[in-house]
């Protein structure tokens, strides 16, 4: 059950990315299909996935999936798989399998994207917390599985009160050799363009507001190298802040901010391959696909030691800046901006296993993944790789 593709964000690659690892292992799998509402993929109303498009598509893949359960096409021996936890229409599965023989029962696991138990996630924006809270424990109450990206979320689960098995996939789902194949080669570090890219969306919970602080405060340092600070969008930019967009004209004006926008998924990449970093600094990305993507392209990232971010670096502590500080940002800034990182790649490595890790878990062979005992913070100081 995966996410309908749009332009602007990595839903374009995801099921692709997810089948070729399908076919790998060799699984009898089905791709359920959704109608999607419109042809523009764009991000209309709403700033992660389009509000009405993502639920027309949600719904239209459970009519898919219960006319195929109604077949008996689906049985106890089945797994349904959803790439995200918020699925309109879910509520359909238990109204269906708790009258149903146990037998025709499969099993549901979900991967969980924010969803209420983040802070920064833009259901608090929007003021949907109320209810989406409730979504959540009736999901909770019923599926067999909910997959977590990182120990950090893990823990948010847990003070939340869910019930359901949790597992740490640490990653999210990513295709390094389809990523790399959308150029024509890795740029060497040394004829890359002296440029830092942003590609986190320009809404409140990315902190733009740091990144314009960056730029100044490295404008206003003498005898620093002159610096191309940009931002890439894959629609028109827009911002969930229009005091953001305001600093971000007068930033563009005074010629210390490019904008890069409407991008294509090549376009973008051919962007990072000419660009010497990749930086973050968002309160919660939950690992972020950018950093398997730059990371993949032979571009240089620095990110927050935040959330998720230190189990993302194997505790880097060299590509990981003191969140909020200026001063260390740009100190690890001027080293990531002079020569390529010893451990380039290894982040990118990692993710692409992510697929890998989350079908061991639906084949029942993801118990070191499980993180259901009282001490399950202990595995938060573990590097991964």
Not at 21 to 34: E, I, M, S, T
Not at 128 to 145: C, I, L, P, R
Not at 213 to 233: K, M, Y
Not at 335 to 345: E, K, Q
Request: glycine fraction near 6%; include cysteine; charged fraction near 25%.
């Amino acid at each position: 059950m995966g996410l309908e593709p749009y332009k602007a964000r990595y839903t374009l690659q995801l099921q692709d990315w997810n089948t070729a690892v399908f076919d790998a292992r060799g699984l009898d799998y089905v791709v359920v299909p959704g109608e999607t509402l419109s042809n523009d993929q764009a991000i209309v109303t709403g700033q992660v996935l389009d509000a009405h498009g993502r639920t027309y598509f949600g719904m239209s893949q459970l009519m898919n999936l219960i006319r195929m359960m109604k077949a008996g096409e689906l049985n106890n021996e089945d797994v349904v798989y959803f790439e995200d936890m918020f699925q309109p229409g879910i509520e359909s599965l238990p109204y269906i399998m708790d009258q149903i023989d146990p037998g025709l029962r499969p099993r549901i696991f979900v991967r969980c994207l924010a969803q209420s138990i983040d802070p920064d996630d833009f259901v608090h924006v929007w003021g949907m917390a109320g209810w989406m809270g409730h979504y959540e424990k009736m999901v909770d109450s019923f599926v067999s599985g909910v997959l977590a990206t990182n120990e950090e979320m893990v823990m948010h689960m847990k003070i939340a009160g869910w019930k359901a098995p949790v597992y740490n996939i640490s990653g999210l789902a990513f295709g390094k050799a389809e990523v790399q194949s959308r150029v024509t080669s890795i740029r060497p570090f040394r004829e890359r363009k002296m440029r830092v890219v942003f590609s986190a969306r320009w809404d409140q919970e990315k902190q733009p507001d740091f990144y314009m602080d960056l730029i100044e405060a490295w404008n206003d340092q003498p005898g620093l190298e002159t610096v191309e600070f940009c931002v890439c969008s894959g629609g028109r930019l827009k911002s969930n802040s229009d005091s953001y967009m305001q600093r971000t004209r007068d930033l563009v004006a005074r010629g210390l901010l490019t904008i890069y926008e409407d991008l294509e998924k090549n376009e973008y990449y051919n962007i990072v391959n000419d660009s010497r970093v990749v930086f973050n600094c968002a309160l919660q990305d939950w690992v972020s696909n950018t950093v398997s993507e730059a990371d993949a392209l032979g571009c240089n990232v620095l990110y927050p030691a935040y959330r998720s971010f230190p189990e993302t670096f194997a505790n880097d502590h060299s590509r990981l800046y003191v969140p909020w500080s200026i001063g260390d940002a740009m100190d690890k800034l001027e080293a990531l901006l002079d020569r390529p990182h010893p451990a380039m790649g290894a982040i990118s490595d990692h993710n692409n296993g992510t697929i890998d890790r989350i079908i061991d878990i639906l084949q029942d062979n993801g118990e070191d993944l499980l993180r259901m005992s009282t001490d399950y913070r202990k595995h938060t100081r573990e590097s991964k790789y």
